[in-house]
């Protein structure tokens, strides 16, 4: 199947501090990219979908001023939790679609907020 | 608003036994079904994707069936071994290209 990378893979940093998490497609053109955040024995949320070339679109609950989502090509979004909080922290977890009918995940990054 | 709910949430069986994971979905107009692994702090790895005009799809041990009308799925793992436990998630696509709306998912155990 198709490959999604994340980087970083996990991430601790002080509370105010902003992070970026890249989500990248390696060896497909993905126009359509999504955010899950899940939090310890739950299950995945989404966030927001992230369209290349377009204003992301974020899910009711979602502040989209925190979590800031950019497509800027066909391989590349990245999700920035800016100044970020101890409720914050979770696992964050992208998706990519190949054709219409399937996603394929990252392997997530996990953030700490202290 | 789609909701899709797993049961068991969990359990516990011993290796060699077949067992089968429940998924139900309140609304049956879905575009597909799919069925991922999750490692403990890990991603998802793709089982197997049913489209809404299938009935199953098989891989290996593992056999997934899709009842649209009813809103079942169920997820068919024959012989387990210890390497199967994980938590397995269920989520349904309401059309082409659109997001996924997860189950909660059932963390199985295999004990050897």
């Known amino acids: 199947g198709a490959v999604v990378s994340q980087h970083p893979s996990r991430v601790i940093c002080k509370s105010g501090t902003s992070v970026k998490i890249e989500c990248r497609s390696l060896?497909?053109?993905?126009?359509?990219m999504f955010w899950y955040r899940q939090f310890p024995k739950q299950s995945l949320m989404l966030m927001a979908t992230?369209?290349?070339?377009?204003?992301?679109?974020?899910e009711q609950g979602v502040e989209k001023d925190k979590f800031l989502i950019n497509h800027a090509s066909l391989t590349l979004s990245t999700l920035t939790v800016t100044s970020a909080h101890p409720e914050d922290s979770s696992f964050y977890i992208c998706?990519?679609?190949?054709?219409?009918?399937?996603?394929?995940f990252g392997p997530g990054t996990r953030l700490t907020v202290l | 608003k789609q909701e899709v709910t797993q049961i068991p949430a969990a359990l516990s069986v011993p290796e060699g036994e077949n067992l089968v994971l429940n998924c139900s979905f309140t609304?049956?107009?879905?575009?597909?079904l799919q069925w991922f692994r999750q490692d403990p702090g890990k991603g998802l790895t793709s089982l197997l994707l049913?489209?809404?005009?299938?009935r199953e799809q098989t891989s290996g041990r593992l056999n997934a069936s899709l009842d649209k009308s009813s809103g079942r799925s169920t997820l068919y793992i024959a012989a387990s071994q210890p390497g199967d436990s994980a938590t397995y998630l269920c989520?349904?696509?309401?059309?082409?290209?659109?997001?996924?709306?997860f189950g909660e998912g059932t963390q199985l155990t295999v004990n050897p």
């Open positions: 049913i489209q809404s005009s299938q």
């Open positions: 989520a349904v696509r309401e059309t082409s290209g659109s997001r996924l709306t």
């Open positions: 998706s990519a679609g190949a054709g219409e009918s399937e996603q394929f």
């Open positions: 609304d049956s107009a879905i575009y597909n």
């Open positions: 992230s369209n290349e070339g377009s204003k992301a679109t974020y």
């Open positions: 060896d497909f053109q993905a126009t359509t």
